[in-house]
């Protein structure tokens, strides 16, 4: 624990070795595709809703946001930020799968907090969950759902940017 604890303060003291130990990692990958993701979400959401379904259909717009972001991360997961070879269908499955549940976990989390703290504090709850299932997400997906047989977590050797 206190070895960790001292990576951690050094990595922290130093932003060069910071940035390395991310890529290395691949985290700085998991969290640029996870951040660009939503974008497109949010994105095609709005313009579904804004200009082709109308406000009242918003949930239609959701869904194809939602279906572009999760197809769009798999995609870049995938590719690039895991680069896997193998079990892409059932990897899809199990990613899909996954987030959709994520997202039923991560929304009733949000409504638990919220109305214990008040709802305004509701984007600090919002991005406080986001950002801690991100983290666990980051882990699963590299140790279990894009980690290569006898790989021990993701593609090390191919860690380069």
Known sequence: MIKLRNKMSSLLHHPKKLYEYLMHT??????????T?????????????????????YFSAYLIGLSANLLYNFTLHTLVTFKTKGNHTLRLTAFVAYSLGL???????????????GV????????????VFSVLTFFLFKFALFKESGDGGGREADAGV
């Open 26 to 35: 691949r985290f700085a990958h998991f969290f640029i595709v996870g951040t």
């Open 37 to 57: 993701g939503v974008a497109i979400n949010l994105g095609l959401t709005a313009f579904f809703a804004e200009l082709v379904f109308g406000r009242e259909n």
């Open 103 to 117: 997202a039923y976990v991560q929304a009733q989390t949000v409504q638990f907090f919220v109305d214990r703290v």
């Open 120 to 131: 305004d504090w509701y984007l600090v709850v919002i991005g406080s969950v986001i950002l």
